[in-house]
């Protein structure tokens, strides 16, 4: 049989299946065989799909902060509570200095506020997966903000968002956008805190506090779609407004929430206790809190961790905050109050390293999206990137080709 009576015989709705199982760098490799693959594999019917396929195999995706050297490196690895072990997939990495704020992420991409290139800072907006960059126009505000990303999942669109200024990508010219400060029913003063905000159902939601006499803990909350601002009062918050590092935000079933860890003693034993603040009405402002003491684990007794966030099927994942060997990921399930630890293999030698260890920000629930792959605005490699180090003033080398 002829070639090409092999490739009339197969369905093209059975191509389409057999290619949403794949990664999508496995797909973008194949659409550039021929005009046919390509005009199949960008089809929006196989974007689709293969979107739907991929949302039923969710994954964790680790961006690792290499000390010393200002490189980032990104892996991800399926997210499967009921293993004893995993192992990476190792995607991009650049070398970069992000200073104080590091990342934030949002539907596939992260989002860094501010990297040393050369001699000029920028906001750059990368995929991890294919290390497609796309760098901002810098923006002219206090020099204590802090810019988040955020999606609105109705008309796929990513907005970046640095205090009252907003950047729409993919909609031509990358301009920012300052909104007029009486269009905003909310405090006249307030400050970004240093912890990542959280993007929920098209709301992107974030940290702050207000700049009066009596200092008070708020939650900015903006609309991707429509733009708007909301502040909620949040005075279970009000003891952490010093220090917020411990705090993270998660999307809690749908709902903001933020999470904090503390060791307690437990019957003489040094114990993990998880307070979860759920926002369970945002007109009210009504929170909810909840106190769990977690299942005694020797190993997550004894390292720094951090909370991930929360799967769609309610485990809320804490990671261990630093590479080593081994490193783990715990699942804890708050209906059953069970803690599941899944021993995470592949980061490599150098960054096992306890002199190279890196820094990990780990977000749950990730899922491969092509149309992030022919985002027009993106560069195609973010591993050409080289920058200059805060510390040292010196370039941090190319590292294209460098063992992981």
């Known amino acids: 049989m002829e070639r090409g009576k092999i490739k009339e015989s197969i369905p093209t709705d059975l191509i389409r299946e057999i290619f949403a199982r794949l990664p999508s760098k496995s797909v973008a490799r194949f659409r550039t065989l021929s005009k046919h693959w390509a005009s199949t594999l960008r089809s929006p019917e196989f974007t689709n799909l293969f979107l739907s396929r991929s949302s039923t195999r969710p994954r964790i995706l680790f961006a690792v902060e290499r000390y010393g050297l200002n490189e980032w490196q990104f892996f991800s690895t399926p997210q499967n509570r009921y293993e004893k072990s995993a192992h990476l997939v190792f995607h991009s990495k650049f070398s970069g200095d992000v200073s104080k704020y590091s990342c934030s992420y949002a539907s596939g991409l992260i989002y860094f506020p501010a990297v040393q290139i050369i001699d000029t800072k920028t906001i750059l907006i990368c995929n991890p997966i294919t ?41 031509g010219e990358l301009k920012w956008r300052r909104k007029d400060r ?39 909350c ?6 708007g601002f909301k502040f909620i009062e949040s005075e279970c918050l009000d003891d952490h407004i010093e ?35 759920v926002l369970e009405d945002v007109e009210k402002q009504e929170w909810v809190k909840y106190v769990y003491t977690l299942p005694e684990n020797e190993v997550l007794g004894s390292c720094e961790f951090s909370v991930a966030g929360v799967t769609a099927r309610s485990d809320i994942v804490l990671c261990m905050k630093y ?22 293999r592949g980061f490599g030698a150098k960054l096992e390293e306890v002199e190279n260890r890196g820094e990990v ?13 022919d985002a027009k605005q993106f560069k195609s490699s973010i591993s050409h990137i080289k920058s200059r180090c805060y510390c040292c003033e010196t370039l941090c080398p190319d590292n294209v080709g460098e063992e992981v």
Do not use: H
């Open 131 to 171: 290390g497609m960059y796309v760098g901002l126009p810098e923006v002219m505000l206090y020099s204590r903000s802090k810019g988040f990303l955020g999606f609105d999942p109705i008309d796929k669109q990513f907005k970046a968002l640095d205090n009252q200024s907003i950047l729409t990508l993919g909609s």
């Open 182 to 220: 009486n269009d905003i029913d909310g405090p006249l003063y307030y400050r970004c805190q240093r912890t990542q905000g959280i993007c929920i159902n098209g709301v992107l939601y974030y940290l702050s506090r207000t700049c009066f006499e009596e200092t008070l803990s708020l939650i900015v």
């Open 222 to 227: 903006f609309d991707v779609s429509s733009e």
């Open 243 to 277: 220090d917020p590092s411990g705090l993270s935000l998660v999307n809690y079933m749908g709902k903001l929430a933020v999470t904090k860890c503390n060791y307690v003693d437990v019957g003489g034993r040094r114990s993990v206790e998880l307070c979860l603040w």
């Open 323 to 344: 590479t080593c060997k081994p490193y783990y990921v715990f699942y804890f399930d708050p209906e059953k109050k069970t803690l599941q630890s899944v021993e995470i």
């Open 361 to 373: 920000y780990a977000f749950v629930d990730y899922v491969e999206d092509l149309s992030l792959n």
